[in-house]
Every structure is written in structure tokens, then in C-alpha cells.
């Protein structure tokens, strides 16, 4: 009970493989930019076509891959991108027509989710906030529970009906997302501490590029349910 993230399990890293060298951190981070700029080339992309069936074919298909790179973390130098790049295709297609709705409304979410990101480092570098088992143990069931609402009102929505909480402006709609929105920003620090602990194990090379999936993963999640709450704050 780690992290949430299922792409930053323990045993994800536990695949020794015999790549030469070790990962580091600051190859961790320069390969999570790399995938950040890989995703924001599909997000253009996705936001100049325009096509929400291939923004959703994009997020699928993210999606499987996400999962085929869990059980696989040594073909993350070559599948990551690719992730990144059907991610962007996703992100850029939702926000373009978030953007048609509340003009504004992407550039916002990200700078809020840029600032989440900040917040949580500096959080996390000087101690603030660190990944004891007790903050552990609260942020994975907090998020699990979260997983549980959301495929309980997926199952909803396939019979015409949804929770009002998830999509309607309410008091009770907007405070749930801000609740949504701190449990993954919350992920962040579990995600900083694996990264840190996994360099400090000596883990293979190749795990530099399978963080920086990892992080894109939660980063991603940050910006979608920014979206979602200032869509929420505009409607009130």
C-alpha cells in the first residue's frame, strides 16, 4: 500500500532485468520532462482536430497501455512515449472543448496543476509532508474510494442515471471535487518518495523512464479534475 498509482507499486520495481547501470534521480526527472513534452506535442494535437472520438479513442488506448507497461516496467523506454503521446492526445481534445465552454478554463487548470506540483515538492523536500505508513495508508483507501464512486457512477451512467456529486455545481458536487482534487495531489508525495527510495535501491535504468510514466499518470489526473472543478466554480 504504497501509492495508489498502480504504476508505482513496490514490486513494479522489482523486475531486475540485466540493463547495465542504475537509475537516478536526476535521470528520473529529465526523463519525466521528456514524456511531459512528448504528452504536450499530442496534447496540440488533439486540441487542433478537434475530435472527441479520437480523444477517446486516445484515452483508451492509454489506458491499456498504461496497464501492459505495469506488468512490463522494462519496456518503458519505448512504450512511455508512447503513452505520453496518446495521453496529450486525450488532454488536449477535453480541454479544447472545455475551452469552447468557459474560455480561459485550460490555461487555469494548468497553471493550478503546475502549482500543485510546486506546492507538493517543496512540501516534500522540506519535510512537510512525507510518506509515513499512516499518510500512506489514508491517501491509498481515500483513493480507492474515490476508484469505487467513479466506476459506481460509470455503471450508473450506462442506465441513463448519475450521481449529481461528480458533474452538478452543488455545494455537495463542488466539494467533492475539491476533495478529489487534494486526495490526488496527496499522490504526489507517495510518488516523490518512491522515486526517491527506488534511486537510493539502485533499481535498473530503465526505471528512470517508468517514473516519469508514473508521475505523468497522477499529474494528468490533477489536470482533469482542475477541469472539472472550475467547470463546476463557473457554473455556480
Avoid at 507499486?9 to 542504475?22: L, Q, V
Avoid at 491499456?64 to 512511455?80: D, K, M, N, V, Y
Avoid at 479544447?96 to 474560455?103: D, G, I, M, Q
Avoid at 474510494?145 to 450506462?158: E, H, K
Wanted: with cysteine.
Amino acid at each position: 500500500m504504497e501509492s495508489n498509482n498502480p504504476a508505482l507499486r513496490r514490486n513494479a520495481f522489482s523486475f531486475a532485468g540485466e540493463e547495465t547501470g542504475s537509475m537516478t534521480l536526476s535521470g528520473a526527472i529529465n526523463k519525466s520532462g521528456i514524456l511531459f513534452l512528448i504528452m504536450m506535442a499530442g496534447a496540440y494535437v488533439g486540441w487542433n482536430l478537434e475530435n472527441m472520438m479520437l480523444g477517446l479513442i486516445g484515452a483508451l488506448a492509454a489506458f491499456g497501455i498504461s496497464f501492459f507497461l505495469i506488468r512490463s516496467p522494462q519496456r518503458a523506454p519505448t512504450i512511455a512515449p508512447i503513452y505520453a503521446a496518446l495521453d496529450g492526445l486525450f488532454i488536449g481534445t477535453i480541454s479544447v472543448f472545455a475551452e469552447a465552454r468557459l474560455p480561459g478554463i485550460a490555461a487555469n487548470a494548468m497553471t493550478l496543476t503546475f502549482g500543485i506540483l510546486g506546492v507538493m515538492l517543496a512540501c516534500y523536500r522540506m519535510g512537510i509532508l512525507r510518506a509515513t505508513p499512516q499518510f500512506t495508508r489514508v491517501v491509498v483507501f481515500a483513493t480507492i474510494g474515490i476508484a469505487i464512486v467513479y466506476l459506481a457512477n460509470f455503471v450508473m451512467s450506462l442506465f441513463g442515471a448519475q450521481m449529481a456529486m461528480i458533474n452538478q455545481a452543488s455545494p455537495v458536487g463542488i466539494a467533492f471535487s475539491l476533495i478529489i482534487a487534494g486526495v490526488a495531489s496527496l499522490n504526489l508525495i507517495l510518488d516523490f518518495d518512491l522515486f526517491e527510495r527506488q534511486t537510493a535501491a539502485g533499481a535498473p535504468k530503465y526505471m528512470e523512464w517508468y517514473c516519469g510514466f508514473a508521475l505523468l499518470v497522477t499529474i494528468v489526473w490533477i489536470y482533469v479534475e482542475m477541469l472539472r472543478l472550475l467547470s463546476k466554480l463557473n457554473r455556480r
